[in-house]
């Protein structure tokens, strides 16, 4: 049943959030990935810098219970995990809801998935820290095969595992080949983890937190 209108005399609004991001989405990715959404038209807000957060503060300001925020990744509701997390609850405290399209993903206020939407930031800045690393190491060395960064495993064995995504575009997210994938973690699915290689992945991530 839709929610009468409430002091403010409106009913739920949902907002489409797009943020100028330089490494990730370009606006226009992000307006498609929004306007593919099923649901109600919604009212846009932009901030037009990476750094920027006047749109968003001002929306989140604006918001009641029932309202929802949609952006196209969680990586663009802010600049940092931390900016993520705080534009998030401040929603949830309102009796608002924040909708993702990629991956797509709904959080009501009290949800769990809270804690899946803010996994999905950290792993996008994670990779794309380690991706500009890897840009600056430049291309391996002939004749011998790349192997994946201990920074790289835990985001590279959730994609393997996903099979809704490309093997070839995964290997081509991790600069590997779809034979380092499958030596690595197995066949595809969350169910064929190789409990071998999971361990051997989590004592490379120690070691790297480590150094």
């Known amino acids: ?18 943020r100028h991001h330089e490494r990730a989405l370009s606006p226009d990715e992000q307006a498609a990935a929004l306007a593919a959404l099923p649901g109600a038209s919604a009212t846009s807000r932009v901030d037009e810098t990476e750094t920027g957060n006047a749109a968003r ?8 219970g029932g309202d929802e925020v949609a952006v196209a990744a969680a990586v663009c509701l802010g600049t940092s995990v ?26 009501a206020p009290d949800s769990v998935e809270a804690i899946l939407l803010l996994d999905d ?7 794309a820290a380690t991706a500009t ?21 835990e985001a590279a064995r959730r994609d393997w595992a996903d099979t809704s995504q490309d093997r070839a575009a995964v290997a081509s997210r991790y600069g590997v080949s779809e034979r380092t994938l499958y030596r690595q973690f197995g066949p595809r699915g969350p169910g064929f983890t190789n409990p071998v290689k999971q361990a051997e992945t989590q004592s490379l991530q120690s070691r790297a937190k480590r150094g």
């Open 82 to 107: 931390r900016d993520v997390q705080s534009a998030v609850r401040a929603a949830l405290l309102r009796g608002a809801s924040v909708l993702t399209a990629m991956p797509p993903r709904t959080v």
């Open 1 to 18: 049943m839709p929610r009468p209108p409430d002091a403010r005399g409106r009913g739920p609004v949902r907002y489409h959030y797009i």
């Open 133 to 153: 690393a890897r840009s600056a190491r430049g291309p391996a060395p002939a004749g011998r095969a790349r192997a994946i960064t201990p920074e790289d495993l």
């Open 57 to 64: 503060d001002a929306m989140l300001a604006s918001l009641a």
């Open 121 to 127: 930031v950290i792993a996008a800045k994670a990779h």
